[in-house]
């Protein structure tokens, strides 16, 4: 169940960077099911409601329509994505109505702390203009989500804020979080890697030896958008710790694709 990012605004879910990963996933027998939601001009919290309706046509139609195992079912996101699959995974921890969590999830450079209240590690504003509701030093990651995503309601943001959600999560709520791997960048000036790192320590607050932060030397918020060795690489990775998650002996097909 793949959620596509492109800052909340853009993107499209049928055009993702990280296509050749997706696509040995389908050709080992993956159901690959990308999420589109409402975007440009959507009031928060549209884009997570369609993002949760996509899901329970899953669990419902779409499985007996292709034959899905929901027993095996993975979470993943890239960026805005990252941030709507970590909300929603919240969200099935506390539905009555999903009694099986997913197996994994795999992020990808996910804009885990939009607002930068927990790490203050991204870039701020050196001025203040109360027009555009700028502060001071704020950080440019929460004003560009407060402006467009929120729409300037400060009142929406406990619903938007997947590490504010899981500090407040017991231990006995993330010891059900599945097993999550983060595939970030540690040069992402649009979403820092302290957000992954933090999100990981929090979940590392009880016994989770699965869990795993890839880091990419040298890697750029969607640093795969530049098809090449570094991102065959990650992909790989990634493929690997899935199988090990499923605990499958059998082959994914590597991301590798022809020139």
């Known amino acids: 169940f793949l959620i596509h990012g492109g800052a909340w605004r853009g993107g499209e879910a049928r055009c993702l960077p990280q296509g050749p990963l997706w696509q040995s996933l389908a050709a080992s027998g993956f159901l690959i099911v990308s999420c589109e939601y409402r975007r440009r001009g959507a009031a928060w919290p549209m884009q997570l ?3 949760s309706a996509a899901l329970e046509w899953l669990m419902n139609e779409g499985a007996a329509l292709y ?10 996101g890239t960026s805005a994505g990252g941030h709507l699959a970590a909300l929603l995974l919240t969200k099935l921890l506390q539905d009555a109505k999903f009694p099986k969590l997913p197996r994994a999830a795999m992020l990808f450079y996910p804009a885990l702390d939009p607002s930068d209240r927990f790490t203050n590690s991204t870039v701020r504003l050196p001025f203040s203009c109360s027009p555009l509701g700028v502060r001071y030093k704020m950080s440019a990651l929460e004003w560009f989500f407060q402006l467009m995503v929120l729409h300037g309601d400060e009142d929406l943001w406990p619903s938007a804020e997947p590490m504010r959600q899981l500090e407040r999560m017991d231990n006995n709520g993330i010891s059900r979080w599945p097993p ?10 649009i979403v820092p890697i302290e957000h992954s790192r933090h999100f990981l320590q929090r979940l590392a607050s009880t016994n989770r030896p699965s869990d795993q932060l890839l880091t990419v030397p040298g890697g750029r918020h969607t640093f795969e958008s530049v098809y090449g060795e570094l991102s065959d690489c990650c992909y790989n990775a990634a493929l690997s710790w899935l199988q090990k998650i499923r605990g499958e002996h059998s082959q994914v097909k590597p991301a590798m694709c022809d020139p």
Do not use: P, Y
């Open 180 to 189: 999550t791997l983060i595939v970030h960048g540690d040069c992402d000036g």
């Open 49 to 51: 409601e369609d993002c």
């Open 67 to 76: 034959r899905a195992d929901l027993s095996d079912l993975t979470f993943a």
